[in-house]
C-alpha cells in the first residue's frame, strides 16, 4: 500500500516538473506522458491482443453490423448537440438518421439513411463549448480514454452523465459490459492498421493530430471545405450541401472517424470516435 501511495504522489508531482520543451498546449506534459506510458501498456498487453484476435475471426459483415449499431445510438447525442449549436439541418438529419436506421435498418446494424444520403454529423458536448467560444484549454491525456483537452474532458462528462444509448434496450448488468466491451474491441480493431501511420515520437504525433483535428471539427473545417468543392464544381450542388443532406461520395454514406479524430471513407457509413492511445 505504501509503494501505491508513494508512486502516486510521485505521478502528481511529475505534473509540476514540466520540461523546458513543453509546448503552450500542453503545459502538464510531464503528467500527460506518465498517464500515456500507462495507456500504452494496457494496450499492448490487454486490448491491442484482444482486437487482433476479434479482427481474424470476425467476419467483415459482423463487425460492420457492430460499428453501425453502436454509431446509431450516438446519433441521439449527435441530435442534442447540434440542436444546441443551432445546427438545424444538422439536427434534422441527425434525428432521421436514428429513426430510420433503428426501424428499417434493424436497430442500427445497417446504415440505410446513408444509402439515402442522409449525411452523419457528428457532435459532442466539447465541440458544442468550442462552437460557443469556450477554449480548449491545456491537452489532457486520460486514464483508459487517451487524448483530450479540459474543455473535452469536461464535454465528455456531460455526454456520459446525460446519456447512455444502451439504455434504450432492457438489458441487465452483465449484457451492458458485453455490449461496452465489444465496442470498444470493435473500435480499437478500426485502428490496427493505423499504427503504421505514425512516426517519431508517439506521443507528441498523437497530441498534434488531436489537437489539430478536434480544432478542425468545432470549426467545421471539413464542412466548408466540402462545401466549397463541391460548389466550385456544381452550383446546383450548393442548394443541396446548403441543407445537409447532399452526400455524392458513396452510396452507404459517409464514416467520420477519431483516433486524433480523422474523417475517412466506408461503404457502411459508420462513425465512431476512439479517444484511445495507439
Known amino acids: 500500500m505504501k509503494h501505491l501511495i508513494a508512486s502516486f504522489t510521485l505521478l502528481i508531482l ?17 503528467f500527460n506522458r506518465s498517464i500515456f506510458s500507462f495507456n500504452e501498456t494496457v494496450d499492448e498487453y490487454g ?3 484482444l482486437a487482433q484476435g476479434y479482427d ?56 440505410v439513411a446513408g444509402a439515402m444520403g442522409i449525411e452523419q454529423f457528428n457532435e459532442d458536448f466539447g465541440q458544442t463549448l468550442g462552437y460557443w467560444g469556450v477554449d480548449s484549454g491545456p491537452y489532457l491525456v486520460l486514464p483508459f480514454f487517451g487524448p483530450s483537452t479540459a474543455r473535452d474532458a469536461s464535454g465528455m462528462v456531460v455526454d456520459y452523465s446525460l446519456y447512455d444509448g444502451l439504455d434504450l434496450y432492457d438489458l441487465n ?4 459490459w458485453i ?24 506521443y507528441s504525433f498523437l497530441r498534434d493530430v ?41 452510396s452507404w454514406g459517409d464514416e467520420s472517424d477519431s483516433w486524433g479524430e480523422e474523417s475517412s471513407s466506408d461503404s457502411w457509413g459508420e462513425t465512431d470516435s476512439w479517444g484511445e492511445e495507439l
Request: glycine fraction near 8%; charge should be negative.
Open 173 to 176: 448488468a452483465d449484457e451492458e
Open 56 to 111: 481474424a475471426v470476425t467476419p467483415n459483415f459482423m463487425q460492420k453490423g457492430v460499428s453501425n449499431f453502436f454509431s446509431n445510438l450516438g446519433e441521439i447525442p449527435n441530435t442534442f448537440n447540434n440542436l444546441l449549436q443551432g445546427k438545424w439541418d444538422e439536427t434534422a438529419s441527425s434525428t432521421s438518421r436514428f429513426l430510420i436506421n433503428t426501424t428499417i435498418g434493424i436497430f442500427g446494424l445497417f446504415d
Open 14 to 30: 511529475s505534473v509540476f516538473a514540466v520540461a523546458d520543451t513543453t509546448t503552450p498546449e500542453d503545459p502538464w506534459e510531464g
Open 47 to 49: 486490448l491491442k491482443p
Open 210 to 250: 488531436y489537437i489539430q483535428t478536434r480544432e478542425g471539427e468545432v470549426k467545421d473545417i471539413s464542412r466548408t471545405q466540402n462545401a466549397s468543392g463541391a460548389s466550385a464544381q456544381d452550383p446546383a450542388a450548393n442548394e443541396s450541401l446548403e441543407d445537409s443532406w447532399g452526400n455524392e461520395g458513396d
Open 179 to 202: 455490449a461496452r466491451g465489444l465496442n470498444i474491441v470493435q473500435t480499437r480493431a478500426k485502428y490496427l492498421s493505423a499504427e503504421r501511420m505514425v512516426f517519431g515520437d508517439r
